[in-house]
């Protein structure tokens, strides 16, 4: 059957060789981001952005 759009690229499959520490590293700058984002609009407390950046940067 036609798909009406465009495959999500996971729908794919696995994503190519090499690619894969790409990503990572990617979402985790994209996170850390968020986390300043948050942090710097009074959303998260300093003790708050401190953990939560911790514990993104022990998963690399």
């Known amino acids: 059957p036609a798909l009406d759009g465009p495959r999500a690229p996971e729908a794919d499959g696995p994503a ?3 690619r894969g520490a790409e990503d990572d590293h990617d979402a985790l700058l994209r996170r ?3 986390l ?3 942090h ?3 959303i998260l407390t300093d003790e708050e952005f ?3 950046k911790q514990a993104i940067l022990k998963r690399m």
Request: net charge neutral; proline share 13%.
């Open 32 to 34: 850390l981001r968020e």
């Open 50 to 52: 401190t953990l939560a």
């Open 16 to 18: 190519p060789p090499g």
């Open 36 to 38: 300043g984002e948050l």
């Open 40 to 42: 710097r609009s009074g």
